[in-house]
């Protein structure tokens, strides 16, 4: 369909032109998370201040729907409060097993293009890693 067309675009459009690509100073947190189904692996970079993301980047290899999914992930949680980017990654999950999610609650920004990642299951773990990388970066990362 054109939504899954669109969808396409936008997540070669991250691929391509990632968001966010890069590191921060030595102050920020950095995160190491690999994918064990590959062994591919991201780092994220991230600066919390009262309670916000101030700056997020992220460097790794991976397929082209990780690398699309960190580019979507930096770019929406930049200037949320910890608080709501924990709630946009649960919202991230829910979609990534093809529930129903809650479309209004936040700014879901570009991460909707990933929907049609839920049809894949081998592909979830790609398109998860980089929240779980956030999670795990503001402290809060859950048990699984
Ligand atoms: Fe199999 Fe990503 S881990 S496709
Ligand atoms: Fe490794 Fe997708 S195949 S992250």
Redo the contacts with the bound molecule.
């Keep these: 369909s054109n939504l899954d067309q669109l969808y396409r675009q936008v997540i070669m459009d991250h691929y391509k032109n990632p968001r966010n690509k890069g590191t921060l100073a030595d102050d920020a947190v950095t995160i190491n998370m690999n994918?064990p189904?590959?062994g591919d692996r991201i780092q994220l970079h991230l600066k919390v201040e009262d309670g916000k993301i101030a700056e997020a980047k992220f460097d790794g290899e991976g397929?082209s729907i990780s690398l699309a999914s960190a580019s979507m992930m930096t770019q929406s949680v930049k200037g949320l409060s910890v608080d709501d980017a924990i709630k946009l990654a649960h919202v991230f999950y829910e979609m990534m097993l093809g529930k129903e999610y809650d479309e209004e609650a936040l700014d879901l920004g570009d991460i909707e293009a990933l929907q049609g990642v839920s049809k894949f299951p081998?592909?979830i773990?790609?398109a998860t890693l980089a929240w779980k990388a956030m999670e795990k970066g503001v402290g809060q990362n859950e048990a699984e």
Excluded: E
């Design positions: 994918n189904t590959c397929c081998a592909r773990k790609c």
